[in-house]
Protein backbone atom coordinates (compact mmCIF):
# COMPACT_ATOMS: atom_id res chain seq x y z
CA UNK A 1 0.00 0.00 0.00
CA UNK A 2 2.75 2.36 1.26
CA UNK A 3 4.55 1.46 -2.54
CA UNK A 4 1.82 2.71 -4.12
CA UNK A 5 0.75 5.78 -2.34
CA UNK A 6 4.21 6.44 -2.82
CA UNK A 7 4.00 5.90 -6.93
CA UNK A 8 1.14 7.54 -7.15
CA UNK A 9 2.85 10.75 -5.48
CA UNK A 10 5.82 10.59 -8.11
CA UNK A 11 3.23 10.42 -10.82
CA UNK A 12 1.38 13.15 -9.50
CA UNK A 13 4.72 15.47 -8.98
CA UNK A 14 5.66 14.48 -12.50
CA UNK A 15 2.15 15.45 -13.78
CA UNK A 16 2.56 18.93 -12.40
CA UNK A 17 5.99 19.47 -13.52
CA UNK A 18 4.47 18.89 -17.04
CA UNK A 19 2.17 20.94 -16.48
CA UNK A 20 4.34 23.83 -15.49
CA UNK A 21 6.54 23.12 -18.31
CA UNK A 22 3.74 23.24 -20.85
CA UNK A 23 2.49 26.29 -19.66
CA UNK A 24 6.25 27.57 -19.70
CA UNK A 25 6.44 26.76 -23.40
CA UNK A 26 2.73 28.21 -24.20
CA UNK A 27 4.07 31.67 -22.64
CA UNK A 28 6.45 31.85 -24.28
CA UNK A 29 5.26 31.16 -27.98
CA UNK A 30 2.47 33.69 -27.14
CA UNK A 31 5.43 36.70 -26.21
CA UNK A 32 7.07 35.50 -29.49
CA UNK A 33 3.75 35.77 -31.56
CA UNK A 34 2.91 38.92 -29.72
CA UNK A 35 6.41 40.49 -30.43
CA UNK A 36 6.55 39.73 -34.09
CA UNK A 37 2.97 41.10 -34.00
CA UNK A 38 3.61 43.93 -32.46
CA UNK A 39 6.37 44.63 -34.94
CA UNK A 40 4.89 44.11 -37.83
CA UNK A 41 2.56 46.61 -36.60
CA UNK A 42 4.74 49.52 -35.63
CA UNK A 43 6.82 48.81 -39.23
CA UNK A 44 3.32 49.12 -41.23
CA UNK A 45 2.41 52.27 -39.56
CA UNK A 46 5.41 54.12 -40.92
CA UNK A 47 5.19 52.67 -44.37
CA UNK A 48 1.50 54.43 -44.15
CA UNK A 49 3.48 57.91 -42.69
CA UNK A 50 5.87 57.87 -45.44
CA UNK A 51 3.28 57.26 -48.06
CA UNK A 52 1.20 59.73 -46.99
CA UNK A 53 3.59 62.05 -47.01
CA UNK A 54 4.75 61.41 -50.58
CA UNK A 55 0.98 61.71 -52.05
CA UNK A 56 1.27 65.02 -50.51
CA UNK A 57 4.68 65.77 -52.14
CA UNK A 58 3.36 65.25 -55.35
CA UNK A 59 0.75 67.90 -55.32
CA UNK A 60 3.90 70.34 -55.56
CA UNK A 61 5.44 69.20 -58.85
CA UNK A 62 4.07 70.54 -61.84
CA UNK A 63 7.48 69.50 -63.84
CA UNK A 64 6.34 66.13 -65.28
CA UNK A 65 10.33 64.68 -64.63
CA UNK A 66 9.90 65.68 -60.88
CA UNK A 67 5.85 64.18 -60.65
CA UNK A 68 7.36 61.20 -62.42
CA UNK A 69 9.25 60.28 -59.55
CA UNK A 70 7.05 61.16 -56.74
CA UNK A 71 3.94 58.54 -58.74
CA UNK A 72 7.15 55.78 -58.50
CA UNK A 73 7.29 56.78 -54.91
CA UNK A 74 3.85 56.18 -54.06
CA UNK A 75 3.53 53.00 -56.19
CA UNK A 76 6.70 51.39 -54.59
CA UNK A 77 5.12 52.65 -51.21
CA UNK A 78 1.95 51.64 -51.58
CA UNK A 79 3.31 48.01 -52.38
CA UNK A 80 5.44 47.74 -49.61
CA UNK A 81 2.62 48.42 -47.61
CA UNK A 82 0.56 46.07 -49.06
CA UNK A 83 2.83 43.58 -48.06
CA UNK A 84 3.14 44.91 -44.23
CA UNK A 85 -0.92 44.33 -44.14
CA UNK A 86 -0.63 41.15 -45.18
CA UNK A 87 1.28 39.91 -42.55
CA UNK A 88 -1.07 41.79 -39.61
CA UNK A 89 -3.45 40.01 -37.81
CA UNK A 90 -6.23 42.20 -38.67
CA UNK A 91 -9.67 41.44 -39.61
CA UNK A 92 -10.69 40.33 -43.36
CA UNK A 93 -12.77 43.07 -44.08
CA UNK A 94 -10.28 45.60 -42.98
CA UNK A 95 -7.42 43.97 -44.71
CA UNK A 96 -9.47 43.58 -47.98
CA UNK A 97 -10.56 47.53 -47.37
CA UNK A 98 -6.93 48.31 -47.01
CA UNK A 99 -5.04 46.14 -49.76
CA UNK A 100 -7.69 47.29 -52.14
CA UNK A 101 -7.53 51.08 -51.82
CA UNK A 102 -4.08 50.86 -52.04
CA UNK A 103 -3.80 48.09 -54.82
CA UNK A 104 -5.89 51.17 -56.85
CA UNK A 105 -3.58 53.89 -55.79
CA UNK A 106 -0.72 52.28 -56.97
CA UNK A 107 -2.02 51.18 -60.57
CA UNK A 108 -3.16 54.91 -61.08
CA UNK A 109 0.49 56.18 -59.54
CA UNK A 110 2.49 53.70 -62.24
CA UNK A 111 0.31 54.46 -64.91
CA UNK A 112 0.47 58.16 -64.24
CA UNK A 113 -3.35 58.54 -64.87
CA UNK A 114 -4.90 61.86 -64.15
CA UNK A 115 -6.49 60.83 -60.65
CA UNK A 116 -8.12 63.21 -57.90
CA UNK A 117 -4.43 63.29 -56.35
CA UNK A 118 -5.43 66.01 -54.32
CA UNK A 119 -8.37 64.52 -53.00
CA UNK A 120 -6.47 61.20 -52.31
CA UNK A 121 -3.60 63.29 -50.56
CA UNK A 122 -6.56 64.76 -47.82
CA UNK A 123 -7.88 61.14 -47.41
CA UNK A 124 -4.51 59.91 -46.83
CA UNK A 125 -3.83 62.33 -44.15
CA UNK A 126 -7.42 60.92 -42.68
CA UNK A 127 -6.41 57.40 -42.74
CA UNK A 128 -3.03 57.59 -41.05
CA UNK A 129 -4.52 59.51 -38.07
CA UNK A 130 -7.91 57.25 -37.89
CA UNK A 131 -4.66 54.46 -38.12
CA UNK A 132 -2.76 55.95 -35.18
CA UNK A 133 -5.77 56.77 -32.93
CA UNK A 134 -6.21 52.40 -33.43
CA UNK A 135 -2.53 51.45 -33.35
CA UNK A 136 -2.51 53.84 -30.13
CA UNK A 137 -5.15 51.93 -28.59
CA UNK A 138 -3.20 48.59 -28.62
CA UNK A 139 0.02 49.82 -27.72
CA UNK A 140 -1.32 51.36 -24.92
CA UNK A 141 -0.85 50.17 -21.38
CA UNK A 142 0.77 46.91 -20.73
CA UNK A 143 -0.54 45.11 -24.12
CA UNK A 144 0.39 41.56 -24.11
CA UNK A 145 -0.63 38.51 -26.26
CA UNK A 146 -4.58 38.83 -24.98
CA UNK A 147 -4.67 42.31 -25.64
CA UNK A 148 -3.59 41.63 -28.97
CA UNK A 149 -6.61 39.03 -29.36
CA UNK A 150 -9.17 41.50 -27.92
CA UNK A 151 -8.47 44.41 -29.76
CA UNK A 152 -6.96 43.02 -33.06
CA UNK A 153 -9.25 39.89 -33.67
CA UNK A 154 -12.26 41.35 -31.85
CA UNK A 155 -14.56 41.53 -34.95
CA UNK A 156 -17.07 44.07 -33.08
CA UNK A 157 -14.91 46.17 -30.88
CA UNK A 158 -11.75 46.08 -32.72
CA UNK A 159 -10.07 49.95 -33.02
CA UNK A 160 -9.50 49.37 -36.78
CA UNK A 161 -13.09 49.03 -37.17
CA UNK A 162 -13.32 53.23 -38.50
CA UNK A 163 -10.21 52.27 -40.44
CA UNK A 164 -12.06 49.77 -42.43
CA UNK A 165 -14.62 52.11 -42.70
CA UNK A 166 -12.60 55.22 -43.38
CA UNK A 167 -11.08 53.33 -46.35
CA UNK A 168 -14.00 51.79 -48.06
CA UNK A 169 -15.73 55.10 -48.10
CA UNK A 170 -12.36 56.58 -49.95
CA UNK A 171 -11.89 53.70 -52.53
CA UNK A 172 -15.82 54.44 -53.59
CA UNK A 173 -15.02 58.15 -53.99
CA UNK A 174 -11.64 58.21 -55.50
CA UNK A 175 -11.35 54.99 -57.81
CA UNK A 176 -15.37 54.57 -59.08
CA UNK A 177 -15.86 50.66 -59.62
CA UNK A 178 -15.43 49.13 -63.13
CA UNK A 179 -17.45 46.21 -64.80
CA UNK A 180 -14.76 44.23 -64.11
CA UNK A 181 -14.12 45.45 -61.03
CA UNK A 182 -17.73 44.96 -60.25
CA UNK A 183 -17.05 40.93 -61.26
CA UNK A 184 -14.54 40.93 -59.29
CA UNK A 185 -15.93 42.15 -56.44
CA UNK A 186 -18.89 39.24 -56.58
CA UNK A 187 -15.65 36.98 -56.61
CA UNK A 188 -14.67 38.49 -53.19
CA UNK A 189 -17.67 38.27 -51.33
CA UNK A 190 -18.23 34.74 -53.30
CA UNK A 191 -21.41 35.59 -54.45
CA UNK A 192 -21.17 32.09 -55.91
CA UNK A 193 -21.52 29.92 -53.49
CA UNK A 194 -25.29 29.21 -53.19
CA UNK A 195 -24.46 25.96 -50.84
CA UNK A 196 -26.85 25.56 -47.27
CA UNK A 197 -25.59 27.07 -44.11
CA UNK A 198 -23.60 24.93 -41.46
CA UNK A 199 -23.75 24.90 -38.10
CA UNK A 200 -21.03 26.17 -35.63
CA UNK A 201 -21.02 22.40 -34.94
CA UNK A 202 -20.60 21.61 -38.00
CA UNK A 203 -17.90 24.03 -38.69
CA UNK A 204 -16.22 22.41 -36.24
CA UNK A 205 -15.79 19.05 -37.24
CA UNK A 206 -14.77 19.66 -40.71
CA UNK A 207 -12.19 21.22 -39.24
CA UNK A 208 -11.10 18.22 -37.18
CA UNK A 209 -12.13 16.03 -39.57
CA UNK A 210 -9.48 17.74 -41.92
CA UNK A 211 -6.66 18.61 -39.30
CA UNK A 212 -7.04 15.50 -36.45
CA UNK A 213 -3.80 17.16 -34.89
CA UNK A 214 -5.83 19.84 -33.16
CA UNK A 215 -7.94 17.15 -31.36
CA UNK A 216 -7.96 17.80 -27.38
CA UNK A 217 -7.48 21.38 -27.92
CA UNK A 218 -9.66 24.24 -26.08
CA UNK A 219 -11.46 25.82 -28.83
CA UNK A 220 -13.32 29.66 -29.09
CA UNK A 221 -15.95 29.99 -32.08
CA UNK A 222 -17.07 33.71 -33.46
CA UNK A 223 -18.21 34.31 -36.49
CA UNK A 224 -16.80 37.42 -38.68
CA UNK A 225 -18.58 40.97 -38.57
CA UNK A 226 -22.49 40.91 -39.54
CA UNK A 227 -21.02 43.93 -42.62
CA UNK A 228 -18.08 41.46 -43.66
CA UNK A 229 -18.12 40.77 -47.17
CA UNK A 230 -19.43 37.14 -46.48
CA UNK A 231 -20.30 35.15 -43.01
CA UNK A 232 -17.69 32.83 -41.91
CA UNK A 233 -16.76 30.74 -38.47
CA UNK A 234 -13.28 31.70 -36.96
CA UNK A 235 -12.35 28.74 -35.18
CA UNK A 236 -9.27 29.42 -32.46
CA UNK A 237 -7.54 26.87 -30.65
CA UNK A 238 -4.96 26.54 -27.85
CA UNK A 239 -3.57 23.31 -26.71
CA UNK A 240 0.02 23.60 -24.75
CA UNK A 241 2.34 25.20 -27.14
CA UNK A 242 -0.05 24.33 -30.19
CA UNK A 243 -2.01 27.49 -30.68
CA UNK A 244 -3.79 28.67 -34.35
CA UNK A 245 -6.94 28.98 -35.97
CA UNK A 246 -9.28 28.08 -38.46
CA UNK A 247 -11.69 29.80 -40.92
CA UNK A 248 -14.67 28.54 -42.40
CA UNK A 249 -17.07 29.84 -44.42
CA UNK A 250 -21.10 29.40 -43.46
CA UNK A 251 -22.20 28.99 -46.58
CA UNK A 252 -21.20 25.53 -47.18
CA UNK A 253 -18.67 24.43 -44.48
CA UNK A 254 -15.68 25.53 -46.92
CA UNK A 255 -12.24 25.90 -45.29
CA UNK A 256 -10.69 29.51 -46.38
CA UNK A 257 -7.71 29.79 -44.17
CA UNK A 258 -5.62 27.40 -41.19
CA UNK A 259 -2.66 28.73 -39.38
CA UNK A 260 -1.09 26.43 -36.53
CA UNK A 261 1.54 27.94 -34.50
CA UNK A 262 4.15 25.53 -32.34
CA UNK A 263 7.77 24.69 -32.08
CA UNK A 264 9.64 22.92 -35.17
CA UNK A 265 12.35 20.73 -34.65
CA UNK A 266 15.03 18.85 -36.81
CA UNK A 267 14.35 18.30 -40.29
CA UNK A 268 13.32 14.59 -40.43
CA UNK A 269 11.37 14.76 -43.77
CA UNK A 270 12.50 15.53 -47.66
CA UNK A 271 10.86 17.99 -49.63
CA UNK A 272 9.34 14.78 -51.94
CA UNK A 273 8.02 13.85 -48.71
CA UNK A 274 6.56 16.88 -47.91
CA UNK A 275 4.94 17.39 -51.48
CA UNK A 276 3.44 13.68 -50.83
CA UNK A 277 2.13 14.88 -48.17
CA UNK A 278 0.28 18.20 -49.49
CA UNK A 279 -0.97 16.06 -52.30
CA UNK A 280 -2.64 13.65 -50.01
CA UNK A 281 -3.91 16.36 -48.08
CA UNK A 282 -5.58 18.41 -51.10
CA UNK A 283 -6.96 14.98 -52.15
CA UNK A 284 -9.26 14.63 -48.63
CA UNK A 285 -10.04 18.16 -48.36
CA UNK A 286 -11.84 17.85 -51.72
CA UNK A 287 -9.74 19.93 -53.93
CA UNK A 288 -8.64 17.36 -57.03
CA UNK A 289 -7.88 19.66 -59.51
CA UNK A 290 -5.52 21.12 -58.79
CA UNK A 291 -1.81 20.64 -59.96
CA UNK A 292 1.74 21.47 -58.49
CA UNK A 293 3.65 24.63 -59.17
CA UNK A 294 6.00 25.94 -56.77
CA UNK A 295 7.97 25.67 -53.83
CA UNK A 296 9.69 28.05 -51.31
CA UNK A 297 10.88 27.21 -47.90
CA UNK A 298 12.56 28.41 -44.81
CA UNK A 299 14.44 26.76 -41.88
CA UNK A 300 11.13 25.38 -40.27
CA UNK A 301 8.59 24.12 -43.16
CA UNK A 302 7.74 23.79 -47.25
CA UNK A 303 5.44 26.37 -49.02
CA UNK A 304 3.72 24.82 -51.58
CA UNK A 305 1.43 26.26 -54.47
CA UNK A 306 -0.98 24.33 -55.69
CA UNK A 307 -3.02 25.40 -59.14
CA UNK A 308 -6.62 24.94 -60.33
CA UNK A 309 -5.67 23.74 -64.27
CA UNK A 310 -8.34 24.01 -66.96
CA UNK A 311 -7.84 21.83 -70.15
CA UNK A 312 -4.15 22.73 -70.81
CA UNK A 313 -3.92 25.69 -68.66
CA UNK A 314 -3.32 26.72 -65.15
CA UNK A 315 -5.25 28.80 -64.08
CA UNK A 316 -2.95 31.05 -61.63
CA UNK A 317 -5.73 33.14 -59.63
CA UNK A 318 -7.49 30.01 -58.53
CA UNK A 319 -4.26 28.54 -56.41
CA UNK A 320 -3.87 27.22 -53.01
CA UNK A 321 -0.90 27.79 -50.83
CA UNK A 322 -0.22 24.93 -47.97
CA UNK A 323 2.60 24.90 -45.41
CA UNK A 324 3.93 22.01 -44.34
CA UNK A 325 6.28 20.95 -41.52
CA UNK A 326 10.08 20.00 -41.96
CA UNK A 327 10.43 17.40 -38.90
CA UNK A 328 6.92 15.58 -39.34
CA UNK A 329 4.91 16.60 -42.19
CA UNK A 330 2.20 17.97 -40.66
CA UNK A 331 0.30 20.86 -41.96
CA UNK A 332 0.76 24.33 -40.44
CA UNK A 333 -0.83 26.22 -42.62
CA UNK A 334 -3.63 26.53 -45.89
CA UNK A 335 -5.07 29.33 -47.70
CA UNK A 336 -7.93 28.24 -50.01
CA UNK A 337 -9.60 31.84 -50.39
CA UNK A 338 -7.80 32.30 -54.09
CA UNK A 339 -9.31 29.16 -55.24
CA UNK A 340 -12.75 29.17 -53.75
CA UNK A 341 -13.08 32.51 -55.59
CA UNK A 342 -13.20 30.40 -58.76
CA UNK A 343 -12.77 32.08 -61.75
CA UNK A 344 -14.81 31.79 -64.97
CA UNK A 345 -12.85 30.89 -67.85
CA UNK A 346 -12.95 32.93 -70.69
CA UNK A 347 -13.67 31.09 -73.76
CA UNK A 348 -10.78 32.40 -76.13
CA UNK A 349 -7.99 30.36 -78.25
CA UNK A 350 -4.62 31.37 -78.52
CA UNK A 351 -2.98 32.93 -81.24
CA UNK A 352 0.42 31.25 -82.16
CA UNK A 353 3.57 33.20 -81.21
CA UNK A 354 6.79 33.19 -83.09
CA UNK A 355 9.36 33.26 -80.19
CA UNK A 356 12.26 33.47 -82.44
CA UNK A 357 10.92 37.08 -83.76
CA UNK A 358 9.34 38.23 -80.61
CA UNK A 359 12.75 38.06 -78.40
CA UNK A 360 16.24 39.18 -79.62
CA UNK A 361 18.66 36.56 -80.77
CA UNK A 362 20.33 36.74 -77.20
CA UNK A 363 17.19 34.98 -75.66
CA UNK A 364 16.66 31.43 -75.44
CA UNK A 365 13.11 30.21 -74.22
CA UNK A 366 13.79 27.55 -71.72
CA UNK A 367 9.79 26.41 -71.13
CA UNK A 368 6.78 27.50 -72.56
CA UNK A 369 2.79 26.94 -71.31
CA UNK A 370 -0.95 28.47 -71.22
CA UNK A 371 -1.76 30.19 -67.96
CA UNK A 372 -4.88 32.42 -67.06
CA UNK A 373 -3.93 35.49 -65.20
CA UNK A 374 -5.58 38.75 -64.43
CA UNK A 375 -4.54 41.87 -65.96
CA UNK A 376 -4.59 45.22 -64.17
CA UNK A 377 -8.02 45.44 -64.77
CA UNK A 378 -9.10 42.26 -63.29
CA UNK A 379 -10.02 40.42 -66.24
CA UNK A 380 -9.12 36.95 -66.26
CA UNK A 381 -6.50 36.46 -69.74
CA UNK A 382 -4.93 33.94 -71.21
CA UNK A 383 -1.52 34.46 -71.65
CA UNK A 384 1.44 32.35 -72.60
CA UNK A 385 4.22 31.81 -69.84
CA UNK A 386 7.66 31.79 -71.01
CA UNK A 387 10.68 31.19 -69.12
CA UNK A 388 13.55 32.58 -71.23
CA UNK A 389 17.61 32.93 -70.78
CA UNK A 390 19.69 35.95 -71.34
CA UNK A 391 22.99 34.44 -73.23
CA UNK A 392 25.18 36.83 -71.11
CA UNK A 393 27.96 36.47 -68.43
CA UNK A 394 24.98 36.24 -65.71
CA UNK A 395 22.69 34.29 -67.63
CA UNK A 396 20.03 35.86 -66.33
CA UNK A 397 16.39 34.02 -66.54
CA UNK A 398 13.24 35.54 -66.44
CA UNK A 399 9.72 34.81 -66.67
CA UNK A 400 7.66 36.54 -69.13
CA UNK A 401 3.63 36.40 -69.62
CA UNK A 402 2.46 37.54 -72.77
CA UNK A 403 -1.15 37.93 -73.85
CA UNK A 404 -2.13 34.75 -75.91
CA UNK A 405 -4.28 37.05 -78.58
CA UNK A 406 -2.85 40.57 -78.27
CA UNK A 407 0.79 39.24 -77.59
CA UNK A 408 1.14 42.53 -74.65
CA UNK A 409 3.41 41.68 -72.10
CA UNK A 410 1.19 41.47 -69.48
CA UNK A 411 4.14 40.66 -66.59
CA UNK A 412 7.99 40.62 -66.56
CA UNK A 413 9.61 39.21 -63.55
CA UNK A 414 13.72 38.73 -62.67
CA UNK A 415 13.94 34.83 -61.67
CA UNK A 416 16.84 34.31 -59.06
Same mark, same amino acid.
Given at each position: ???????????????????????????? #???????????? #?????????? #?????????????????????????? #?????????????????????? &?????????????????????????????????????????????????????? &?????????????????????????????????????????????????????????????????????SMNADDAAYPFYHIQFVRGSRLGYADVTKKGGHLLSFLLERPVNEQNISQQQARDTAIQFLKQAGFTDVVYTEARENHEAWHFVFTRQAGDALVYPDSIQ???????????????????????????????? *????????????????????????????????????? *?????????????? *????????????
Open positions: MKNTLYLLGILSFALVLYTIHLSQENGE #LKQAVHAQYTSE #LASASEKLNN #LSKTVLQAQLFQDEQARSEEMDSIWR #LSNELRNSITKLPIQSEVASEL &LSYLGKMGEQAKRGTEADWEGISQNMKMLSEDWTVATARYFAADSDYNTWQDHL &LDEVNSPFKQVSTTVKSYREANFPITASESDYQKKRELAHITDKDVTKEQAVNRVRELFPTIDGATLTVLKIAKDNGEVLGANTMEYIQKETIPDTKPTPL *NADEYFTDRVTVEDTKLVYTENAGYELVLCYEMTVRV *NNDTNDTFRVLIDA *NTHDVIQTEKLI
